[in-house]
């Protein structure tokens, strides 16, 4: 491995200008750091922990398709990952002279706001949304702002709104469309190859080079903190005040944010977010999409990452039961030293997974199902959507010429101290007819299973009926019914 | 920018006057982050910045309290405990003397505030308040009114019984009688901006407290008591809230006296914003109720009598718990007339946070008292509940019998229900759909659908008759700009614009020649909280009275001066006619300076008619009402409870609005709100007391993708105040949130029609999935077992 060169400071665009800091505390928050140290006070802070969107802002990463612009949460983003970025506040927002920003004056014109303090967020992300989707649909909208929470409209009045935007200009047009070579440039003069070190003894921050050096330092620092997405790891911090230092920033790494596929499998690198896994896992395995769909918020979901769902190793995290259902297999990585494991094995118990000090979640491996095999995967939440799983089935099956089970892998979120396989109840499906009959008594077999809890999300017995229903709402899916099987948003009424 | 040229002299109409639809005056700065919250102001060089430490118990005696650690922490400068109060330690609005500002003793609930870190940053204090060691003796503690009896545990304060005729005898006598139980949840308010003030010590005694509160002359008062300073010493001043539902109506006060008492004690600038899970923690929110009921109805569904208690959770305190229960009573009819009633409510002490105020202010919880009895009338006599609810609502006002009489009674004179339910139906199609949804139903075997239209009446007015006047203060500068001032607080509902479109009409100039400014009580002194949805109602009255006598004043000056007799003074827009020349109102003022005539005036208003005899539960406790009503389907998937709003109409009576844009928003955005309340926003708190859902992580408010995939609101185009209200507008504040009912029936009819309509679902609320299935299997086990 070439040696790489050490650089101690951070650089990025802020709105216009270019930023170099040379001091950066590993758990500053940018929202902090706006208000703050910037005075730029029009981002807001309503809750601290992602799922508000006060404080979203526009951060505009160098990938493969060029500069994307993505809404992200500015309380639990570390300025410390910024590097590199170019960070857009609602300040930025400009129209023609003297005229506000069409995705501002579609707000204003449309009483998108009453009290205002949601609204900077709420333009942030309907901005990140219009420049992707100029003429978005009722469906695309609703995505976009999952993550928003406004407590005074109804967000009647942000919908049309959002739908008006386009009627106040060209999104080609947009500053951020026109001066976009420009910043890409200025964006590639920062990329230096470097690793970043800031910071001494107490409080430090390292951002890699690239996966090799990742694996390099963690090996020499294996209690260092990895942050990837920062959608765990922000709370950390904002809620329970946690020292997180030493921080390796994996956010955006090269060589982790790959996703490589082939008939049969699909590879994701760690760093890969939601986000940017979304297209390729929704074309191959479509039961996903929708899932993904109602994981976090857009905010949430173009900072978090599988690899991180995985590793922090959350009974109630989204990825791991489908994965597991799919039967996944998992690389970690220690230095140079690569081992793969099936998923499943991965999660040993509550707050304990097969890592070793110094390893790190390299890719996780995904079978597509072939022809013929059934796969879906169900969320069940107080809220539809930015909610935590309460309960979530995920449903593997394969038949059999004469109709018998052939194969079958039921793995459930939020009904035990891990992500887990229903064995009783795939034993008391496997090699039985594939009947509403066998359905029935394989149901009887939950309670061998999952011995749930209650929390504030749901009761033990709420969890326990919902999830054993799914089985039969898988069955019936798989009948490949017409008649409705679940209610949904997306359909008219 | 100079828009003293722009004025149209020769304009038909003034640009911005009332009952025209007014973009939010402030909508171009909150759409480009240019709007100034308490936080997003400079703070003066030296600002300190507060932690709170909370308790850890739900109830118990302070043993010992170590601060040493906190005090020694990075960046602390001082810490407060009740022993620095210097005036009285208690911010209790009630009177009650029952709310310290600082535990002092004992601890109450968890979450309750013991003592305040004072730091140089906000992060240094939050992390120093981590660091007390507190010793608690922990006392039995009361975690919820489920298990209370109503009558015979402790209350924070008096309560309320109303009663017309015989109820218990009517019930008796009746030829069918149903009596139930019915759990309804608390609600937080979620305001996004949390509670926050920054105080500024000045000279002598004298503090300045810029405070997110919709009440600052409580404010004031609270924080002059805290201080021990008169409250000539005390200024608040608040531009905008970012939003406040109620919940910055008492709970502001707390944070203020704490940011003043140390602002005072150490001679800087101390802020205090408290952190989303603290805000949720550590402050009231919408009182959750058991309401017991009992109803006496014929076998046609009409009701002859009713009983009902209303037992709520009025935490540690009294705060604003009497009132509430008493709002819930004055609305435990809805639209509906009983014949015989007798209500009382029971405000349950319990070792939570002091419930509060919540747009609505129990009065939602009543409407819900009402809804289940209709319900429970619908179910035992066969019939589609909306058949029920008309055959029972009051009369109509245009044929006033003998059922207008209210549970406190008031003669109900303004009734326009039938109307607006009847144009409802025929607009939301509600037969045609009922009809579908039953054949939808019939082949559909996992999702369900269900429809519901539900009714309501609110009454306007604060029942505490003192908070019925409002103060303005209107200057008219040289140039002919306006100055307005009222008492009322913007937190988002247009009342700054409303009050300026008022003023503007009266002087009939352009809108944009009215600046609209802070509130202070430095201005308009002994103000009512911005509440009870009285804002423009009181606060437009006012500034008219204010901006009337100086428009007496230029009428009496034009008049002598042109020597033409008064009534050949006119104000047309942004000019006004004397006699056979128009001059400019620019032009006129002018004139007036020069002649030394007054251009400033304070107006003042009181709502008449008004008195209410809570002893004897008689009054006449509103000066009218507000209708509306609301259609709501849903589907349900019987399998997980899961559901969707499929669609809602709502037609709402805003009298003759003053700006529809505005109500429109204030009707979707309440509906949305009482959805929320209603459906998934759940209260949990775990057996230590602890509320577990203190985030929006964990408390789900709705989400643009929660709305009704179709959503139809329209507002009665053809209603006027009966009362002369400023300009026969009607308040809009929070009539529309209980229609959020609709959607709560609607899945109640959706759960029933797993037992064929037979059985009443009593689906209580919030009715998150959970409680659905739980319902739904509920009625299956019933018809299985033949019940
Ligand atoms: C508002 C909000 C909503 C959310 N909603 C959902 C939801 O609906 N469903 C859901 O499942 N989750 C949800 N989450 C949780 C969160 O988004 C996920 O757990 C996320 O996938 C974590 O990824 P990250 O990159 O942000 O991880 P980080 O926060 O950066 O890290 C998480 C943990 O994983 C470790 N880690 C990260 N990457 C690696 C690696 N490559 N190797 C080893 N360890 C690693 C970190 O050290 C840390 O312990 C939500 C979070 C928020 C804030
Ligand atoms: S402040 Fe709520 S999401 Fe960041
Ligand atoms: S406008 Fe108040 S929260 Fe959205």
Known sequence: MARVSIRNEIRFILNGRNVVLSSVAPDATLLDWLRLDRSLRGTKEGCAEGDCGACTVLVGKLSAGGLVYESVNACIRFLGSLDGTHVVTVEHLRGEPGQLHPVQQAMVDFHGSQCGFCTPGFVMSLYGLWMKTPDPSNAAIEKALQGNLCRCTGYEAIMRAAHAISSYGKAAKDPLAVERK?????????????????????????????????????????????????????????????????????????GLCAISEDQSVISIGAGVTYTDAFSTLANRIPALGPLFDRIGGEQVRNMGTIGGNIANGSPIGDTPPPLIALGARLTLRKG??????????????????????????????????????????????????????????????????????????????????????????????????WTEETVGTAMAEYTRDFTPLTDMRASAEYRALAAKNLLLRFFVEATGTKAPFQVSRNEAA | MNKHATSNLKAEKIAGGVATDQRHDSAHKHVSGAAVYIDDMPEPAGTLHVGLGLSKVAHGTLKSVDISAVRSAPGVVDVLTYADVPGENDVSPSGMHDDPVLAEGKVQFFGQPIFAVIAETRDAARRAARLAKIEYDEIPAILGIWPLDPVTDRLVTTPLTLRRGDAAAAIAAAPRRVKGRMKLGGQDHFYLEGQVSLAVPGEDDEVTVYCSTQGPSETQHLVSHALGVPSHAVTVEVRRMGGGFGGKETQANQCAAIAAIAAKKLKRAVKVRLDRDEDMTATGKRHDFAIDYEVGFDDEGNILGVDFMFALNAGFSADLSGPVGDRALFHCDNAYFYPNVHAKSAPLYTNTVSNTAFRGFGGPQGMIGAERIIDEVAFAVGKDPLEIRKLNFYDPMEAIGRRNVTPYHQKVEDNIIQRIVAELEESANYPRRRREIQAFNANSRFIKRGLALTPVKFGISFTKTESNQAGALVHVYADGSVHMNHGGTEMGQGLHLKVAQVVAEEFQIDLERVKITATTTAKVPN????????????????????????????????????????????????????????????????????????????????????????????????????????????????????????????????????????????????????????TTEELWWDDKGRLRTHAPSTYKIPLASDRPKIFNVALTDWSQAYEPTIHRSKAVGEPPLPHGMSVLHALSDAVASVADHKICPRLDAPATPERVLMAIERLKKEVKSGA
């Open chain 2, 527 to 678: 103000t009512a909280p911005t509440a009870a949805s009285s804002g423009a109602d009181l606060n437009g009255m006012a500034a008219q009275n204010a901006a009337r006598q100086i428009r007496q004043r230029l009428t009496d000056f034009a008049a002598e001066r042109y020597q033409v007799p008064v009534d050949q003074v006119v104000f047309l827009p942004n000019r006004v006619r004397v006699g056979n020349q128009e001059v400019s109102f620019n032009d006129l003022v002018r004139q007036a300076y020069i002649a030394r005539v007054q251009l400033s005036a304070a107006g003042f208003y009181k709502t008449p008619k008004i008195h209410w005899d809570r002893g004897k539960g008689q009054g006449h406790a509103f000066y009218y009402y507000a209708y509306g009503a609301a259609c709501a389907e849903v589907s349900v998937d019987t399998l997980t409870g899961e559901y969707v709003v499929e669609r809602a109409d709502i037609l709402h009576d805003c009298g003759r609005s003053l700006n529809r844009a505005i109500d429109i928003g204030q009707v979707e955005g309440g509906f949305i709100q009482g959805m929320g309340w209603l």
């Open chain 1, 182 to 254: 420009a910043i890409m440039a200025r964006l590639e003069a920062m990329q230096d190859g470097a690793r970043i070190e800031i910071g001494s003894a107490k409080a430090r921050l390292i951002v890699p080079a690239n996966v090799d050096d990742f694996a390099a330092i963690l090996d020499k620092e294996p209690g260092a903190t990895i942050v990837a997405g920062s959608t765990d790891v922000g709370l950390w911090v904002t809620k329970h005040m946690r020292d997180i230092s030493p921080v390796i920033f994996i956010g955006n790494l090269d």
């Open chain 1, 336 to 433: 140079s030293k690569r081992r793969t494991i099936p998923l499943e094995t991965f999660f040993i118990a509550y707050g304990k997974q097969d890592r070793q000090p110094g390893e790190f979640v390299e890719a996780v491996h995904v079978p597509v199902p072939a022809k013929g095999e059934k796969f879906a995967v169900y969320k069940i939440t107080k809220r539809r959507d930015e909610d935590i799983t309460a309960a979530l089935g995920a449903f593997f099956l394969t038949l059999a010429q004469d109709g018998t089970v052939a194969d079958v892998r039921i793995a459930y979120g939020g009904m035990a101290a891990t992500p887990k396989r229903a064995s009783a109840v795939e034993k008391a499906l496997l090699g039985k007819p």
